[in-house]
């Protein structure tokens, strides 16, 4: 069973920096690629972030350009968001989600339950 | 930063039919770029719904359908339920901008 279960989130002041990860298992994490989709209360859903299987093809939203940088490591299942310069526009649930495709962007056809961020002084 | 364009909201009663329009433009559907569509549900985890404009992933009734013509993208649900009231959302990709783009999601009212 397909399981993506993020972590990392909580409070964080305006200006500071967050790094929330995604725990994947249940399918062969290397053959696909993976994205960061948030949600800000209120609001609709926002992709943010896509890197393919072997970190070759990177692309980030203009909202967070410059700011945020996605990794993963599949000798250890994971991705990564490194999230700096934060402000009160990136308080948001961060979903983790799998691509059905290798080298992205595709479909997303698994997502975990988020990790809250909350900007804020 | 959104250039799909969907209804806020649609409502219709159970058992009837409804469709949401996704309108995107020549450098995401228009492309010839997947369209798929989402369901999400407050709480829950967003679903997918429909890939590569037109297929269901195993487990999604056949009482949901996506389509694309042009620019633009529908998802249509027949026979609503009460359990169908969430938000939709449909994605793609723009090769103008690079990214991957959300429409700006429709809530689904069963009355």
């Known amino acids: 069973e397909v399981e993506l279960v993020e972590s990392g989130g909580g409070l964080v002041e305006p200006g500071r920096s967050l790094r929330i990860a995604c725990a994947a298992s249940g399918f062969n994490f290397e053959d696909h690629a993976m994205h960061w989709v948030r949600q800000a209360p209120g609001k609709g859903l926002e992709w943010v972030s896509g890197i393919s299987w072997n970190s070759a093809s990177i692309d980030y939203a203009d909202s967070v350009k410059g700011r945020f940088t996605i990794s993963r490591d599949n000798a250890r299942n994971s991705l990564y968001l490194q999230m700096n310069s934060l402000t009160a526009e990136d308080t948001a649930l961060y979903y983790c989600?799998?691509?059905?495709?290798?080298?992205?962007?595709?479909?997303?056809?698994?997502w975990g339950q988020g990790t809250l961020v909350t900007v804020s002084s | 930063q959104s250039v799909l364009t969907q209804p806020p909201s649609v409502s219709e009663a159970p058992g009837k039919r409804v469709t949401i329009s996704c309108t995107g433009s020549?450098?995401?559907?228009?492309?010839?770029?997947?369209v798929n569509w989402y369901q999400h549900v407050s709480g829950a985890a967003p679903k997918l719904l429909i890939y590569d404009d037109t297929k269901r992933p195993s487990g999604v009734p056949d009482r949901f359908s996506g389509s694309k013509s042009g620019t633009s993208a529908s998802l249509a649900i027949t026979g609503l339920q009460a359990e169908d009231e969430a938000d939709y959302y449909c994605?793609?990709?723009?090769?103008?901008?690079?990214?991957?783009?959300f429409g700006t999601g429709t809530k689904l009212i069963v009355l």
């Open positions: 994605q793609s990709y723009d090769n103008a901008l690079s990214v991957s783009l």
């Open positions: 020549s450098s995401n559907i228009g492309a010839g770029y997947d």
């Open positions: 989600a799998k691509d059905k495709a290798a080298a992205g962007p595709g479909s997303l056809d698994y």
